[in-house]
C-alpha cells in the first residue's frame, strides 16, 4: 500500500525558488497550464454561464438582460458535460447559496469581512462529500511521476483491510488533493484573495486530469469550471471585501488575478471572429464579449471596482491594448509574466504545499526529495494562511511586462 501523506510547506526562503523551479511538482504545474490553455484555445463560453452582474456596476446600462445567478446556472441539457464536472458544478451551487446565507457582518472591516470565515468553514464542511462524489463516479489511473511504484488503481483486495486498493488509492488522492481545492478561495485567516489561489484552483484540476477523475476533458468543459469559479470568487471578494494578496497595486495586471487573463487570451487565439486587440477596451466590446470570453470578462470586472482613467489604475494591461496587434502575442506575453510574476515570486509562491503524488518536492530529472531552507513555521495552510500577517503585505518588485513601453511615465499617486 501506497502513502500520501498530507501537502507540506517546503519553500520558507526565496533561495527556495530555484530549487521549486527543478521540481517535479513545478513541471507537473508547467504542464497542465499549457494543456489547458490549449485546449481552450478559440473556444467560446456558451452564453448563460457567466453571471454578468458580478461585473457590472448596478445601475450601469449594458444593453444586455440581467442574467441569473451562478447558482442557478448549470446547463444539463442533453448531459453536455461528464459526471465529474457536473459534480464540480453542483459544488459552485452549494458554496453561492452559503454566500446568500452567510451575509456581511455590518460595521467597519478596513481589511475584510469576518464572516468570510463563516463561510469558508461552510466550504470546508462540503469539501469530503464533494471529493468523495468525484472520486467514486470516475475509475482513475496512476500516471503521476512520482517515484513510488508501489501505487496503482487495480481493484485488488488488501488482505489486511479488506478494502480494495482502488479505493484506497481514492481515499489517499482525496487527502491531497482536498488541501488544494480548499486554497483556491483566498485566506480565512488574512481574508484576501489573489494569485496564489488561483494556482491552487488550478493545481486541483489539474490533479482531477492527472488521475482520470476528469478524463479527456473538452475546452468548454474547462473553461466552464473556471467561469463558475471565478464567478463565486468574485462574489466573495465583492461580499466580504477581501483584500488583494501579494498585489503589485497599480503596477500589477490585476490585483486579484493572472490566469484569467491567459484563459481567456487563448479564447481568442486563432480565432477568426475575435475582435482587434486595440479595441478590447471599448465599452462596445466590452459588453458584446463579457458573458463568452473569460478575459473582456475580467476587463469587466475592473470597470466595476475601479474607477478614473484606465491607464492610470491599470497601466500594464493598458499597455497590452496599446501595444500588442495580437491575440497569440497577448497570451504569449502572459505567460512570460506567469512564470515570473506567480512561480517566480516567492509572496506567492511560497504558499504552495507539495504532497508526494500530485505534486512533489522532488527533483524532476533524479525523483530525489530536493533540499530547503526550513524555517520556523508561520501557520498552517497552503492557502496562505501565516501569523506574519504584516510581512505578506509588503509589495513585491515588479518585472517589466514583455509589451512595456520604456518611456511610460508613473501614474500619478492616489492617497
Keep these: 500500500m501506497s502513502y500520501w501523506p498530507e501537502p507540506v510547506k517546503r519553500i520558507f526562503d526565496s533561495s527556495d525558488l530555484k530549487n521549486f523551479e527543478k521540481s517535479i511538482a513545478f513541471h507537473e504545474l508547467k504542464e497542465t497550464l499549457d494543456e489547458i490553455v490549449v485546449l481552450v484555445q478559440g473556444v467560446k463560453l456558451p452564453p448563460g454561464i457567466l453571471d454578468v452582474a458580478i461585473v457590472t456596476r448596478d445601475g450601469n446600462s449594458t444593453g444586455q438582460p440581467r442574467l441569473p445567478p451562478p447558482s442557478v446556472v448549470i446547463p444539463t441539457l442533453d448531459k453536455r458535460y461528464s459526471d465529474n464536472v457536473e459534480q464540480l458544478l453542483h459544488f459552485f451551487v452549494a458554496l453561492n447559496k452559503d454566500i446568500d ?7 467597519p472591516a478596513r481589511f475584510g469581512n469576518v464572516a468570510f470565515r463563516k463561510w ?17 463516479t470516475s475509475t482513475s489511473t496512476d500516471t503521476g511521476t512520482s517515484t513510488n511504484t508501489d501505487t496503482n488503481t487495480s481493484t485488488d483486495t488488501d488482505t489486511d483491510t479488506g478494502t480494495s486498493t482502488n479505493s484506497v488509492n481514492n481515499q489517499q488522492f482525496v487527502e491531497e488533493a482536498s488541501h488544494y481545492l480548499d486554497n483556491s ?9 489573489g494569485t496564489g489561489h488561483e494556482l491552487s484552483f488550478l493545481a486541483f484540476l489539474g490533479g482531477l486530469m492527472r488521475y482520470k477523475f476528469i478524463e479527456n476533458p473538452t475546452g468548454e468543459e474547462i473553461l466552464v469550471l473556471f467561469a463558475k469559479y471565478y ?19 497599480v ?42 470570453n473569460l478575459y473582456i470578462n475580467a476587463i469587466a470586472f475592473i470597470f466595476k471596482l475601479k474607477s478614473g482613467p484606465f491607464f492610470e489604475h491599470s497601466p500594464i494591461i493598458n499597455d497590452i491594448h496599446t501595444n500588442v496587434v495580437s491575440w497569440n502575442k497577448v497570451r504569449q506575453g ?32 533524479s525523483k530525489n526529495l530536493l533540499p530547503f531552507h526550513q524555517k520556523e513555521e508561520e ?37
Excluded at 486563432?270 to 458584446?288: E, R
Design 120 to 136: 469558508y468553514e461552510k466550504m470546508e464542511k462540503r469539501l469530503p462529500q464533494l471529493l468523495l462524489n468525484l472520486t467514486s
Design 334 to 365: 502572459l505567460m512570460k509574466m506567469y512564470m515570473v510574476e506567480v512561480f517566480g515570486k516567492f509572496p506567492v509562491i511560497q504558499h504552495f504545499w507539495f504532497g508526494e503524488k500530485l505534486y512533489p518536492w522532488r527533483d524532476a530529472r
Design 251 to 292: 503596477w500589477g495586471l490585476d490585483d486579484h488575478f493572472h490566469l484569467i487573463y491567459i484563459l481567456g487570451a487563448s479564447q481568442f487565439c486563432n480565432d477568426p471572429s475575435a475582435p482587434s486587440v486595440k479595441s478590447a477596451l471599448s465599452k462596445q466590446l466590452i459588453c458584446a464579449y463579457m458573458a463568452t
Design 101 to 107: 446565507e452567510t451575509p456581511p457582518i455590518s460595521g
Design 185 to 193: 478561495f483566498g485566506s480565512k485567516m488574512r481574508l484576501d484573495y
Design 231 to 249: 464567478d463565486l470568487v468574485r462574489s466573495l471578494i465583492s461580499v466580504y471585501n477581501l483584500e488583494p494578496a501579494g498585489s503589485h497595486g
Design 379 to 415: 501557520g498552517v495552510g497552503g492557502g496562505g494562511d501565516s501569523s506574519n500577517v504584516h510581512s505578506q503585505k509588503l509589495p513585491m518588485p515588479m518585472t517589466a511586462a514583455p509589451w512595456a513601453t520604456k518611456q511610460r511615465n508613473p501614474p500619478p499617486s492616489r492617497k
